[in-house]
T-cell receptor, first 113, second 115 residues
Framework: AQSVAQPEDQVNVAEGNPLTVKCTYS??????LFWYVQYPNRGLQFLLK??????LVKGSYGFEAEFNKSQTSFHLKKPSALVSDSALYFC???????????FGAGTRLFVKA | EADIYQTPRYLVIGTGKKITLECSQT?????MYWYQQDPGMELHLIHY???????EKGDLSSESTVSRIRTEHFPLTLESARPSHTSQYLC??????????????FGEGSWLTVV
């Protein structure tokens, strides 16, 4: 069965420091992986996706994610965190049939000034 | 950039009332979805549609119903609202080739409070 996990409920980081939000997955076959961000009282915004190709995917707002097949991980990263990055982040695993996407439980990121 | 619109954004209604949450997208996407999300919590898929006249129930049982008469429109209806229905409802859509990964785009959400 396909699944996605975000092992941390919350991540705290100081402004200017690098940040990492973790995601692991389980799937038979090649994964389609996504990251979304949700600001308070808003819908989810698409950040980036991995389909195939380079293991380092670049996305919106300076975020990037590293796909690691051997560790079945897709961690979200940013070299220098901003206070405005504070939000709820969701990792998602796409169904290869293209019909249903599985979302992780979300990780709340707090960036302190 | 995604163009998916939800109305109303915020709604407070009394118990027993019938409500319809509207959702429209202008991207011509064939797939549409409704998710339910309590504040800051995980998403729960409650309905989805592959195309016109196609609707399916999602992973979380819901007393709401949906219809898909037009490609761009996917309204959600609650015949008799109860306080347990208080939540945020997120509409979403996706389209394009499967090999593009079926990226899902979300509306801004409808906050429903039943008193």
């Amino acid at each position: 069965a396909q699944s996605v996990a975000q092992p941390e409920d919350q991540v705290n980081v100081a402004e200017g420091n690098p940040l990492t939000v973790k995601c692991t997955y389980s799937v038979s076959g090649n994964p389609y992986l996504f990251w979304y961000v949700q600001y308070p009282n808003r819908g989810l915004q698409f950040l980036l996706k991995y389909i195939t190709g380079d293991n380092l995917v670049k996305g919106s707002y300076g975020f990037e994610a590293e796909f690691n097949k051997s560790q079945t991980s897709f961690h979200l990263k940013k070299p220098s965190a901003l206070v405005s990055d504070s939000a709820l982040y969701f990792c998602a695993l796409g169904d290869t049939g293209g019909f249903k996407t599985i979302f992780g439980a979300g990780t709340r990121l707090f960036v302190k000034a | 950039e995604a163009d998916i619109y939800q109305t109303p954004r915020y709604l407070v209604i009394g118990t027993g009332k019938k409500i319809t949450l509207e959702c429209s997208q202008t991207m011509g996407h064939d797939k549409m979805y409704w998710y339910q999300q309590d504040p800051g919590m995980e998403l729960h898929l409650i309905h989805y549609s592959y195309g016109v006249n196609s609707t399916e129930k999602g992973d979380l049982s819901s007393e709401s119903t949906v219809s898909r008469i037009r490609t761009e429109h996917f309204p959600l209806t609650l015949e008799s609202a109860r306080p347990s229905h208080t939540s945020q409802y997120l509409c979403a859509s996706s389209g394009g080739a499967i090999t593009s990964g079926n990226t899902i785009y979300f509306g801004e959400g409808s906050w429903l409070t039943v008193v």
